[in-house]
């Protein structure tokens, strides 16, 4: 896989919370599930001065090379087993998950596979490796001719699309022989690139004309996966999707919808910090002050506890605070 081994271990019990909730039908909060100046790295990377080997000492290593003590805990490797035991009871002869409206959604079907590759399981091996095999049948069977990936009652297309292509990046190279594979991440990438509007950041529809954050760390994440998969991703469409990311930061440090004036919510500002992360930036001054802001307001037991899209803040800033963390312990 490509993603790092840091954003799987924070996000995995995320991403399984948002896939159950999605597949059993309760509201539909649709998470979507990242880069600067400079193109995307080749690979997932940690900050120069906390790069680690096997003799780096402990004030050296990265948070990814260096777990908390107890980062994984039995509750919590429970749940995660609980989880995906409850996504392939959940899952339908097409590769689809539950019933009812969204069940049939791309962008949630391929939430539900993200998930059990991160538990280790390729298309065909591992405990779930028929299920992502399923998974992965479905995803490349709802692509248009075009590339554009959508399923039935798809809300907010680009949503499902941004997801499709970033499990497809995961996958790429665990089916090597497959060219469907790569046939399909190409021409879901050229999409994105081809979406982005004017300001730098992408909607609900695959034309360039609106942006919010919300949607725009979909395709960033999206783009991440298929260039360390190997796909050219052009370096303008990354400057200029940091550009709008910043571009939505407010001075209080959070980040709003869009980049007209509007509130900072702190998930969306978790969301804008990991665009930030995933473009290979990792010292910033929009970090530093999104980071602030996310420590004063989405803490457990503050103010963030009974707020709108709860879990969707926490998938995005489980996958911010790790890599801030490598740089902490670089410094």
């Keep these: 896989m490509t993603v790092t081994r840091w954003a799987r271990r924070a996000a995995l019990g995320l991403v399984l919370m948002h896939a159950l909730t999605a597949a059993a039908q309760s509201d539909p909060v649709i998470v979507p599930p990242a880069p600067g100046a400079q193109a995307l790295p080749s690979a997932p990377q940690t900050p120069p001065a906390a790069a680690a080997g096997s003799g ?43 019933r009812g409206r969204y069940s049939r959604h791309v962008g949630i079907v391929s939430l539900c596979g993200i998930a059990m590759l991160a538990d280790g ?22 692509a248009s001719d075009a590339g554009f990936f959508a399923a039935e009652t798809s809300h907010g297309p680009m949503y499902g699309h941004g997801f499709a292509t970033l499990f497809l990046g995961e996958i790429y190279g665990m089916t090597p022989e497959d060219r469907r594979v790569h046939e399909a991440l190409t021409r ?25 954050v919300s949607v725009t760390i979909c395709q960033v994440m999206a783009l991440r996966s298929a260039r360390n998969a190997g796909i050219k991703v052009p ?13 939505c930061q407010n001075d209080d440090g959070g980040f709003r919808y869009m980049k007209i004036p509007g509130a900072s919510a702190w998930p969306r500002t978790a969301a804008g910090v990991a665009t930030l992360f995933y473009a290979g930036i990792y010292e910033d001054d929009s970090i530093d002050r999104g980071l602030a802001y996310l420590l004063r307001r989405a803490m457990p037991g503050g103010p963030s506890s009974n707020s709108p899209h709860y879990y969707y803040g926490h998938y995005y800033a489980a996958q911010a605070m790790p890599p801030a963390r490598s740089i902490a312990c670089a410094a």
């Design 121 to 142: 399981n390729t298309p065909g091996r591992g405990r779930y490796g028929a299920e992502v095999e399923a998974v992965l049948e479905f995803v490349l069977a709802h």
């Design 235 to 247: 370096k303008e469409t990354i400057d200029r999707a940091v550009q709008y990311i910043r571009d």
């Design 56 to 98: 780096a000492s402990e004030g050296e290593k990265s948070a990814e090379n260096n777990p908390m003590a107890d980062e994984m805990t039995p509750e919590l490797i429970l749940a995660v087993d609980r989880g995906l035991e409850y996504l392939r009871a959940q899952m339908n002869p097409d590769g689809s998950f539950g």
């Design 188 to 212: 879901a990438v050229d999409i994105i690139i081809g979406s982005q509007n004017e300001e730098g950041g992408w909607r609900y529809n695959p034309v360039p004309h609106d942006a919010d």
